[in-house]
């Protein structure tokens, strides 16, 4: 079962642009979390934010978290050609013991 | 180094046969999972392992077989019932299981 589903599917932008993604989900969580997956490669964690945050930062990466309308974005700012990647949401239903991934969205940051 | 190791990079099967994917971590993590991964698709969790001789089905068992015999250790055999075997799979473990996964390089798998 996939419990998150990112949205675009795909995005394609301009180095130094700005690229926001989001993921929705259907049950209640304990957190979410966002990884990167360059292509043919291992995924790479990226940040984790608990139910009762609102907001985290790191360095380039923003992410918020809406757990009224069960949704989260990904910003990652002043976009570079190295951040082309897969990214996918992953959630963890407060009654589980796992994670469940979203299909990803596909991003290519031109030079 | 600490890491989760998966062998081999690249796995040629032919149809009928099981194959036994390697994974190994030494970063004492107690969880382990097991994920499907198809083109442009996202992951799709086979099985896992919370602590040693313990293991649950996940989403797609059918045709797959597991063992925890050892900490470090969590093979996969995929077996001549998995209809559609050819993929790219990833082995991932965690201190906990909710929490940040590490991820190994992944298998790709295909029938011949």
């Known amino acids: 079962s996939q419990q998150g589903e990112e949205d675009p599917q795909a995005l394609s932008i301009q180095e130094g642009e700005n690229a926001t993604m989001n993921c929705s989900y259907k049950?209640?969580?304990?957190?979410l979390q966002w990884y990167r997956q360059n292509s043919g490669r291992g995924l790479v964690h990226l940040i984790l934010?608990?139910?009762?945050?609102r907001e985290k930062h790191s360095g380039r990466l923003r992410v918020t978290l809406d757990t009224s309308k069960k949704s989260s974005s990904l910003l990652i700012t002043a976009s570079r050609a190295a951040d082309t990647a897969s990214y996918f949401c992953?959630?963890?239903?407060?009654?589980?013991?796992?994670?469940?991934f979203g299909e990803g969205t596909q991003l290519t940051v031109n030079p | 180094d600490g890491g989760i190791t998966q062998s081999p990079k690249y796995l040629f099967r032919k149809e009928g046969q099981n194959v036994t994917l390697s994974c190994e971590q030494n970063l004492n993590h107690d969880a382990m999972y097991w994920y499907r991964q198809d083109p442009g698709q996202g992951l799709r969790l086979i099985y896992y392992s919370q602590i040693v001789n313990d293991f649950q089905k996940g989403d797609i068992a059918e045709g797959y077989s597991v063992s925890r015999e050892k900490k470090e250790s969590f093979p996969l055999t995929v077996t001549s019932a998995q209809k559609n075997p050819t993929a790219f799979y990833l082995c991932?473990?965690?201190?906990?299981?909710?929490?940040?996964?590490?991820f190994g390089p992944g298998t790709r798998l295909t029938v011949l």
């Open positions: 934010i608990r139910s009762n945050e």
């Open positions: 992953a959630t963890d239903e407060t009654s589980g013991s796992r994670l469940t």
């Open positions: 991932a473990s965690s201190i906990a299981g909710l929490l940040e996964q590490f």
């Open positions: 049950t209640s969580i304990n957190n």
